[in-house]
Each structure stands twice: as structure tokens, then as C-alpha cells.
């Protein structure tokens, strides 16, 4: 592991097939390709631990209702039509 401005890093070997693996490094700009692949393995976590918060309210109260789901999507990406960007 090494200590980098962004905290401590470990490299890891990844593989996967090759077509979607060229569409990242054309687009992860200055960052690079592990500042890219950085924010696609947390945004996954981040869909996982909702995925899991819904499991266990389903699992409690029972599944959600259209109306449930249409307010959780406004309250969770209001900020992307008013121009703030949100998720």
C-alpha cells in the first residue's frame, strides 16, 4: 500500500473483458483510469446499501407501493432538475 493526497492505496489486478474495459480509459480524463474505476466501485456500494435498505423495509412493512417509489425517486434526484446535480 502506498499514501497518496487522497489517502492510503492498494493495487489490485482487475480483469475483465476487453469491450467494456476501452470505454473507461477513453473517458476517465485526468483523473485516469483508477480515479475512474474509484467512483464506479463506490457508486456500486452505494446502489448496494440502498438495495439492502429496501430489502429490509420490504421485508418489515412489505414491498413498496408505486407511490412510495415515485417519492424516494423525487426526493432522491430533485437536485438533478434544478440544475444542483445530485447521485
Not at 61 to 72: D, F, M, N, R
Request: no cysteine; hydrophobic share 30%; proline share 3%.
Amino acid at each position: 500500500m502506498k499514501q497518496n493526497r487522497s489517502g492510503v492505496t492498494e493495487n489490485i489486478s482487475v480483469s475483465m473483458p476487453s469491450e467494456p474495459a476501452s470505454e473507461p480509459r477513453s473517458r476517465s480524463g485526468r483523473r485516469g483510469l483508477s480515479g475512474y474505476v474509484t467512483e464506479a466501485v463506490r457508486h456500486q456500494l452505494t446502489m448496494d446499501g440502498l438495495a439492502e435498505i429496501v430489502a429490509a423495509h420490504e421485508e418489515e412493512h412489505g414491498a413498496l407501493t408505486e407511490q412510495e417509489i415515485e417519492a424516494a425517486r423525487r426526493e432522491l434526484f430533485a437536485d438533478e432538475h434544478t440544475g444542483r446535480g445530485a447521485v
